[in-house]
């Protein structure tokens, strides 16, 4: 999945939230998606979400993050993990949202609308998340699974936001038993993306009026990729 995007496109948000409707085949399937600057990632990370950011200038959100304060802060530096929460699950579709808030110094996490857990970054210098030299959001290269409903939002959303977000699209895959077929010669890498054109005020009934005009709401056919298995790699997820 490529979408174009570009340092003056709305997707090239300072500050917001993304969600996502989310099937991993297996739970060590690497970044999920991620923007071509760094400026945003979500990854999997001992089968939990982990969301990664990049500020336009010298923060990142990373393994440097922490300073001698590190006790105090469990989740900082490896965001969701290991609240029980923020687990992708494998075969099992999940509504997961996050947002970052450089004003509030703050990471805030979702899952089929309740609250994962809010990130203290209180004792960091954040900024605004960078937006020079954007030129798509893809999906990683070892990705395994189904992404579908992508939303990318250039405000922080409520709780009651992403509540209503999920009430109102959880019935589409209730019940769902979409798996990807794996065999030790071939994996298949099925990307079921709603994902080719951005369109603002996009979906119109899932949020109260002060959010829709705030939206972008991006959706596509679904698209089907394959890969051969080959012999084994060290940067492979096995199956």
């Known amino acids: 999945m490529r979408i174009p995007a570009s340092p003056d496109s709305p997707l090239a948000i300072s500050r917001g939230t993304i969600c996502l409707w989310l099937n991993v085949s297996w739970t060590d399937s690497g970044t999920i998606l991620e923007y071509s600057n760094s400026a945003v990632q979500l990854r999997i990370y001992r089968r939990h979400l982990q969301p990664r950011f990049r500020g ?7 393994a440097n993050v922490l300073g001698d304060d590190w006790p105090r802060f469990l989740l900082r530096e490896e965001a969701f993990y290991p609240h029980s929460m923020a687990v992708v699950g494998e075969g099992q579709w999940h509504h ?3 947002a970052y808030d450089d004003r509030s110094k703050r990471v805030t996490g979702w899952r089929d609308g309740e609250l994962i857990s809010v990130v203290d970054l209180s004792t960091i210098a954040v900024e605004p998340l960078k937006r ?3 030129k798509e959001i ?5 990705f395994a699974g189904f992404i579908d409903d992508l939303r990318i ?3 922080i959303l409520s709780d009651d ?10 019935s589409v895959y209730a019940g769902r038993t979409d798996a990807i077929p794996t065999t030790t010669r071939w994996r298949f890498t099925h990307i079921s993306n709603r994902i080719a054109r951005c369109i603002r ?3 119109k009934h899932a949020l109260p ?3 829709k005009d705030q939206s972008y709401y991006v959706k596509s056919q679904p698209k089907v990729r394959t890969r051969p298995f080959g012999p084994p790699q060290t940067n492979w997820p096995r199956p």
């Open 161 to 170: 936001d992403v509540r209503n977000i999920f009430n109102s699209t959880r």
């Open 153 to 155: 939002y250039n405000r």
């Open 138 to 142: 893809v999906t990683g290269n070892d």
């Open 209 to 211: 009026p002060a959010v």
């Open 132 to 134: 020079e030299d954007l």
């Open 96 to 98: 997961f949202a996050v």
């Open 56 to 62: 336009e200038n010298r923060f990142n959100m990373g």
């Open 201 to 203: 005020h996009g979906f």
